[in-house]
């Protein structure tokens, strides 16, 4: 036996025989970390976004030149459709309105604007300017939205503030809303795999616990550090998944080890030794994958990053501790409650003849294998990556309609100006030479800077030796054109001596892809890489890693392509309640990348190391697999179908950002762990032979 196995071995041993104390360290660890949970997502931030880049330096920048610069931080949109402005019911609702949002702005950098009214006389606006940080809006939209005031009019409230505050409220939705729904199907699934309710309800009670430890350790760190609030989804849908696929393992090999007639504690110990080991080695794939994401510049990422990492730790911590401990205390009881019509089930002929039907025609396998993968990867060739804001949000969100009727009807426009700012005009001849150049290099664009500014807004615009100019970009924030004219206006030649940069919102997002595509070949690489090391010190073998690395890169493809079909093409657009704008949001492409390289490695190890396991006892290499593939088929089966439906429950989020998530994990785990793993990976094997191993020589037990 190896060293490795002989320790964890002696851990088995050592939780079985203290199983009551890790019980109840579990159990205080958990009501402690249930308290501190329930906390957490009022702790996470609406942003995370923001990184040093030219357009937030360009902000901070305006903010202390030119304090007096104010821009529309939300609105309130009152909308009547038998009512018009001149009713004094609607008079009196407007002025009410006027007046509190006065009061919730009062000892801050935001002022109240008189009202705009539409042209039908059926729509008044309000809208508050503020020059503060979009952290400041989320607070001050709060503060609007539990405003109420009975009259003619429904009033929507709109502008950043408000999406990044819905975001919040959405997230903390969408996250309880998944447990509600998650768990009990988990249950219900598992009663059907494990055919008894004792042994159904572990995995599930495992993965909760793990939930809750994870998401109140990442409000301890949200605490002192900022923590996007995109990370609590997928914390708590990974947790729970893990905790599931992680327990499934480990009680199913438990149950195998009592037919072959060991007693609880050596039971426990073999099982630590065997399913344990697999899953530590496959929280380390999964641990790899999250973990690079803290490489990334951008804090969502790196929230995202940090949040698997913890949750997988925790999964990893509770399949060497809290499974054994229970095991061990129900013994032969796991199988208590038996469900009637499952009793006789033996499933291990079907996955045996599975895999010989299989190894007979490799080849043929491998085609169809890469054939359905390659047509659900077709659509990612047209990917295109933005950014999300209010278009993340439901149509019906009250944001959404602020949005529709501000533009509609009052004039609202759709997209605010590309600012320029220059220092080092320091004379009136440098800033005629510098407006000459900034029509020149605008491309006929509506351009509005401090030569033609009225005199009561000039201090707006000109400062000391700042100057200030506000364009009319050509098209959306995410378009094509957009970014090509922000190229141009980017590499222009200014005047000696002059420092220019540019802000405002398009320019933010444009930074923030450029950050993106800077730090994704480092995540790439360094995934590959560490995954590989993993592998090959786990499996004692050069060519199991690279199959591995390459299977995992068709699943992505696969996921890729999902992606580009439902959400930038917007199939399903309708059915799933979101709006589809061309483009998918930036982040879901990396954090898929990273998240599932990690978890379909983990259905890869489970089959890989049972496997290897009958290899090292004296079985050919063909044998081996069918004898792994009939030992583990129905596991990873399982673990995929129970993670499918706990992902597939973010469908019915709130935000098109948990939507992408979930659907894509759940249509990539379900084609990884049926056509990858099941076909593709032993018709591989197959071929490869005697290879697979290569060079680890086999010593016998």
Do not use: C
Request: glycine fraction near 8%; charged fraction near 15%.
């Amino acid at each position: 036996m190896e060293r490795r196995n002989r320790i964890a071995e002696s851990w088995g041993s050592f939780v079985a025989r203290r199983r009551w104390a890790f019980l109840a360290g579990w159990l205080a660890l958990v009501l402690f970390m249930a308290y501190f949970a329930s906390g957490t997502p009022r702790l996470l931030s609406p942003t995370g976004f923001e990184t040093d880049t030219e357009a937030s330096r360009t902000a901070d920048l305006l903010r202390q030149v030119f304090p007096d610069r104010r821009g529309p931080a939300l609105y309130v949109v009152l909308h009547s459709d038998r009512s018009t402005a001149s009713d004094p019911a609607y008079q009196s609702q407007v002025r009410a309105w006027q007046a509190d949002l006065a009061r919730v702005t009062r000892g801050t950098f935001a002022t109240v604007d008189p009202p705009v009214l539409s042209r039908d006389g059926r729509t008044v606006g309000v809208v508050v300017e503020s020059n503060q940080t979009p952290d400041e809006f989320v607070a001050l939209a709060r503060r609007a939205e539990s405003i109420h005031h009975p009259g003619p009019a429904r009033a929507y409230v709109g502008g950043l503030g408000a999406v990044y505050a819905n975001f919040v409220t959405d997230s903390e939705q969408d996250f309880a809303q998944s447990e509600r729904v998650s768990a009990p199907l988990a249950i219900v699934l598992l009663l059907l795999v494990f055919g008894g309710v004792v042994a159904g309800l572990l995995p599930v009670l495992t993965g909760l616990a793990t939930v809750t430890v994870a998401v109140g350790l990442l409000g301890f760190l949200a605490r002192v550090h900022t923590v996007s609030v995109f990370s609590l989804n997928v914390t708590s849908v990974i947790g729970l998944g893990l905790g599931i696929d992680y327990s499934l393992l480990v009680v199913n090999r438990f149950r195998e080890e009592l037919r072959g007639g060991s007693d609880r504690t050596r039971a426990v110990a073999t099982t630590v030794a065997t399913a344990g080991i697999a899953t530590v080695i496959s929280g380390g794939t999964v641990a790899i994958g999250f973990g690079t994401l803290t490489l990334s510049h951008l804090n969502v990422l790196w929230s995202i990053g940090i949040g698997g990492a913890v949750v997988v730790t925790v999964s990893v911590l509770a399949s060497l501790t809290l499974i054994p401990a229970l095991l061990s205390v129900f013994g032969s009881r796991v199988d208590s409650l038996a469900l009637p019509f499952t009793r006789g089930r033996d499933t291990t002929r079907f996955w045996h003849g599975l895999a010989s039907r299989v190894m007979a025609r490799p080849l043929v396998f491998i085609g169809v294998a890469l054939a359905i993968t390659l047509l659900l990867a077709w659509p990612a060739r047209n990917l295109r990556p933005g950014v999300l804001g209010a278009e993340s949000l439901p149509p019906d969100d009250p944001a959404v309609r602020a949005a529709q009727l501000g533009q509609g009807q009052l004039g609202f426009p759709a997209r605010l100006p590309v600012l320029l700012v220059a220092s080092g005009v320091d004379t009136p001849q440098r800033l005629a030479e510098l407006d000459r150049r900034v029509r020149s290099t605008s491309q006929g664009q509506p351009v509005r800077g401090p030569v033609e500014a009225p005199p009561q807004v000039a201090p707006l615009y000109r400062r000391n030796d700042y100057a200030v100019f506000e364009i009319q970009q050509p098209a959306a924030d995410n378009d094509e054109r957009t970014h090509r004219w922000l190229d141009r206006l980017r590499s222009t030649s200014w005047p000696a001596g002059m420092r220019v940069e540019l802000g405002g919102e398009a320019a933010a997002y444009q930074d923030f892809l450029q950050v993106l595509s800077s730090d994704f070949p480092v995540i790439f690489g360094t995934v590959l890489g560490l995954t590989f090391v993993l592998l090959g010190l786990a499996f004692r073998s050069l060519a199991l890693p690279v199959k591995a690395v390459l299977m995992n890169l068709l699943s992505i493809g696969a996921a890729m392509g999902v992606l580009t079909w439902i959400f930038q093409e917007g199939h399903l657009a309708g059915q799933l309640n979101f709006q589809a704008v061309g483009y998918v949001d930036a982040v879901v492409p990396v954090v898929i990348f990273a998240a599932l390289f990690g978890l379909s490695m983990d259905y890869e190890v489970f089959l890989l190391s049972r496997v290897r396991e009958e290899w090292l006892k004296g079985r050919s290499n063909a044998g081996a697999v069918a004898t792994g593939m009939e030992r583990t088929g129905q596991i990873i089966t399982s673990a995929a179908l129970i993670l499918v439906v706990v992902a597939s429950t973010l469908a019915f989020s709130h935000l098109s950002l948990n939507k992408g998530f979930g659907i894509t994990f759940a249509v990539a785990v379900l084609l990884d762990a049926t056509v990858i793993r099941l076909t593709l990976v032993p018709a591989m094997m197959r071929v490869l032979g005697n290879l697979n191993w290569w060079p680890q020589r086999r010593v016998r037990t």
